[in-house]
């Protein structure tokens, strides 16, 4: 299975010096023709995604979350009831802050129409993966459904080599080597469907079908992209992004680059009509650096929470 139509969005001829791409996957040449690589699923497993899958999937109840031990920092588009979008890129930096067994901390590119929600990044979740590494994620909200990855219907995955909780290896250091992940998801033109492609080499993991949304099944209308740190009440905030406040240097910072939206041309532009988001500027800050020759645009974000 194949999108129908993909905007040309070229990340091989727009890649950035210093930086190392992560195309990585399963080992050897991956699952057999005709079958998908899908993690295995425990009891234990499913418990702990159902129990974390519902508070999550509660903060999207409105744009602007008001969730005790929620942190935002990042760059988001303005309202504008004329600017809607088919979809959008990012490349991210791979990091791994350090959290507790009930924090999580995460970067990623939301897509969003009402309560409609595709969410791809990277995150340290614990409470969803029952460790501490850094591991690719997707999540998505159709009306009353709501979950990670494959842990629901929802998600159709076609490539034979990356799972969509893949372990990112190795991960970005400060001040070098900086590893980062691409991400691209897309509208279908022909039939709705939403696409996620992996990597500078554009690789089609899957998408989730047009079928499953109410919002989601016209374009979106909010996207934003970013960190994001949780933490429980009465629990010090986790580290963002690498631990330190952007000082506007990619080598020294947790960064998103290539900060791209889809228009209802279906051409990718660099994203403009945006604005900086930080709830609590104590612990984490966003800070927009506008567009950088073959980067695009840019901004950097992250903070060491109260750890």
Not at 150 to 163: K, L
Not at 237 to 264: K, Q, V, Y
Request: glycine share 10%.
């Amino acid at each position: 299975m194949r999108p129908s139509s993909r905007p040309k969005m070229n990340w091989k001829e727009s890649s950035t010096v210093g930086k190392i791409p992560l195309e990585t996957g399963l080992k050897g040449k991956g699952c057999p023709i005709g079958t998908v690589p899908i993690r295995r699923t425990t009891k234990e497993d499913l418990i702990r995604s159902r129990l974390f899958t519902h508070n999550y999937a509660s903060r999207f109840s409105s744009l602007i979350v008001d969730k005790p031990g929620l942190h935002h920092a990042a760059l988001r588009t303005k309202p504008d009831p004329n600017k809607k979008y088919n979809g959008g890129g990012v490349v991210t930096s791979a990091y791994q802050p350090s959290v507790t067994v009930s924090q999580y901390s995460s970067s990623q590119m939301t897509i969003q129409n009402g309560l409609d929600t595709i969410q791809v990044g990277w995150t340290v979740n614990p409470s969803l993966y029952g460790d501490n590494k850094t591991r690719l994620f997707t999540f998505f909200q159709a009306g009353a459904t709501s979950c990670f990855n494959t842990h629901c219907p929802g998600f159709i995955i076609v490539d034979t080599r990356i799972p969509l909780d893949l372990v990112l290896e190795p991960i970005s250091q400060r001040g070098g080597p900086i590893y980062d992940l691409t991400l691209f998801v897309y509208r279908d033109q022909a039939n709705g469907n939403w696409w996620l492609e992996f990597g500078r080499s554009n690789t089609q993991i899957g998408f989730w079908p047009a079928r499953i949304f109410s919002g989601l099944t016209d374009l979106a209308t909010y996207m934003e992209w970013g960190g994001e740190a949780y933490s429980p009440p009465g629990q010090p905030s986790p580290p963002m992004g690498n631990s330190f406040f952007p000082s506007g240097d990619e080598s020294l910072d947790a960064f998103c680059e290539h900060i791209t939206t889809i228009n209802e041309a279906h051409d990718p532009v660099d994203a403009e009509n945006t604005e900086e988001f930080t709830d609590d500027v104590r612990l984490y800050k966003v800070d927009d650096w506008g567009i950088r020759g073959k980067a695009g645009h840019v901004f950097g974000f992250g903070g060491p929470g109260e750890s």
